[in-house]
Every structure is written in C-alpha cells, then in structure tokens.
C-alpha cells in the first residue's frame, strides 16, 4: 500500500498563530518524503524533503519547518504563520527505484 | 540543472475530441519524465511516466505520451477527452543529480477544460 493520510483537510488560522501538519505513510519503510505547497496559479513548490528520520533538507527559507520524528511521520510547522503560507500542503512519499511520488490528499490552509 | 515548460496554461476542448498537452524539458542528465494528473482538491495522482525504455508511454484513463529526445518533449495525448478528463495536468521532470536524493521539478501545469 501507498497510503498517505494528510490531516487536518482543511484549517483557517489568523495571521501568527502556530501551525502544525502532519503526514503519515504507509507501506515500505525507511520512504523519502516531501513537502510541497500549491499556492493558486503558481504550481508546486517543494519545501522540504526527507531521506530518513530526523534527516530534513529545507529547499526554500521561510518561517516554516519540518520534521520526521518517526519513519513513517513528516509534520510541517510553523510558530506564526503568515499571509502568505495560505495554500494547498501536499505530502508524498518517494520511491528511490523507480522515482515515482505518490502523494496524499492535501490540506488547504488559509491564513487570514 | 533540470526545469520544465508547459506550453499552455489552458486547454479547452469537446467531449470527444482529441486532447494534446505540451510539455518540453531541459535535464543535464537521460531524464526521466512524469505526468501527473490532479482534480480540484485533490492530491496529484500519476499518469504515466517514461524512464528510458519505450519511447511511447501508455498510461491510466487511455493517455499516452511521446518522449522524443531530438525535440526535448514529452507531450501528453488522448484520442477522446471525457468529461472526467477535465483536471490540472502537470509534467515533470526527475532530478537524480542527487542519487536516492532525488527531486522532482514541475512544470506551472495545464488546466484542461472539456466541454460538452
């Protein structure tokens, strides 16, 4: 199984509160894994990505972090979020053989 | 370094007409190329992919895509849109410059409109 549970599916926070996401995986261990966002009509950017626990590359600087407390968990945070973290978070999970990703249902965060 | 264009940001066809989404690339390396298919809300669910085999890739829901190297494209094709086709297409290039460490570059994607 390549399961990705994402939650929560959507959440509405007001501008500096914290944010915690999390990400779960099933399936074979030791995944790498991602996170992406999707902001409106600019694609997706990856965040950050992971190649094992604790292990975390950060692909763009901004006030959010990652991090893989557990093989198969991914959690993005943030201590106080701002206007522009508003966006769809999409956590995948990377095959190392074939390169394929698979991702998770997402969560639409709007920061207001 | 590698990076994708998606020639067009919007696609609108008939229900039944044939669909073609442009996709070209740039990659240091042989690449490998994905497309991704996402429906509004919704997570990014793989078409097909090309990894230096076949060079015409068959994939889910009756697309197939071409990767012809002399042109640096890897469009993406389907004889008959329906209606459910109607989504955000995304090609992708795979960065293995990393080893296991691999990443993937997106193109802006494609949103394809199927009208009745």
């Known amino acids: 199984s390549q399961t990705i549970h994402q939650w929560p599916a959507t959440l509405v926070q007001p501008v500096g509160s914290p944010l915690s996401l999390e990400c779960t995986v099933e399936g074979t261990s030791n995944p790498n894994l991602y996170w992406y966002r999707q902001a409106a009509g600019r694609g997706l950017q990856l965040l950050f990505y992971?190649?094992?626990?604790?292990?975390i590359s950060s692909e763009v600087p901004q006030n959010l972090s990652a991090s893989r407390p557990q093989d198969r968990q991914f959690i993005l945070s943030s201590k106080k979020l701002l206007l522009s973290d508003s966006g769809f978070y999409l956590c995948?999970?990377?095959?190392?053989?074939?390169?394929?990703?698979?991702f998770g249902p997402g969560t639409r965060l709007t920061v207001t | 370094a590698q990076s994708v264009t998606q020639l067009d940001s919007h696609v609108s066809v008939s229900e039944g007409t044939p669909v073609l989404l442009r996709c070209n690339y740039s990659s240091s390396y042989s690449p490998s190329l994905f497309w991704y298919v996402q429906h509004p809300n919704k997570g990014l669910q793989l078409l097909l992919k090309?990894?230096?085999?076949?060079?015409l890739v068959k994939g889910i829901n009756g697309f197939e895509a071409e990767f012809k190297k002399s042109e640096t494209s890897f469009h993406l094709t389907k004889p008959s849109a329906h209606m459910s086709d109607a989504a955000e297409y995304f090609c992708?290039?795979?960065?293995?410059?990393?080893?296991?460490?691999?990443?993937?570059?997106f193109g802006k994607g494609t949103l394809l409109t199927v009208n009745p």
């Open positions: 992971s190649v094992g626990i604790g292990q």
């Open positions: 090309y990894t230096s085999a076949a060079t």
């Open positions: 992708v290039v795979i960065d293995r410059s990393g080893g296991s460490n691999y990443k993937l570059t």
């Open positions: 995948a999970r990377g095959d190392r053989g074939t390169y394929e990703q698979y």
